[in-house]
Nanobody, 125 residues
Framework: QVQLVESGGGLVQAGGSLRLSCAAS????????MGWFRQAPGKEREFVAA????????YYTDSVKGRFTVSRDNAKNTVYLQMNSLKPDDTAAYYC??????????????????WGQGTQVTVSS
């Protein structure tokens, strides 16, 4: 069993930065791929980024490439999402996810077993 708790969301102006964190409990954290998804009001949840458990493979949705960076620290059981050059379209609730998967498969939510409760990111224009 893995429990995920996100933090770091907030209100930021367009062009600003935020870093989200997701703290995981459970002894098997280091064996799971970790991902970030987001959901805006009235829209479906969508994939943002993911990192493999070995930290040798990352994958991003096209709209955040070059602006967002996913990383993890297995010693701290934490995964991060550094978000730079934020845009109003990035406004959403951001969710952390974990599972026996690959970053590419996580894009389709394949293998996702655990979800966090979400943290709100609001980007003002």
């Amino acid at each position: 069993q893995v429990q995920l708790v996100e933090s770091g969301g907030g209100l930021v102006q367009a062009g600003g930065s935020l870093r989200l964190s997701c703290a995981a409990s459970g002894r098997t954290f280091s064996t799971y791929a970790m991902g970030w998804f987001r959901q805006a009001p009235g829209k479906e949840r969508e994939f943002v980024a993911a990192v493999s458990w070995r930290v040798d493979n990352t994958y991003y949705t096209d709209s955040v490439k070059g602006r967002f960076t996913v990383s993890r620290d297995n010693a701290k059981n934490t995964v991060y999402l550094q978000m730079n050059s934020l845009k109003p379209d990035d406004t959403a609730a951001y969710y952390c996810a974990a599972g026996v998967s690959t970053p590419q498969a996580m894009r389709a939510m394949i293998g996702v077993q655990y979800w966090g409760q979400g943290t709100q990111v609001t980007v003002s224009s």
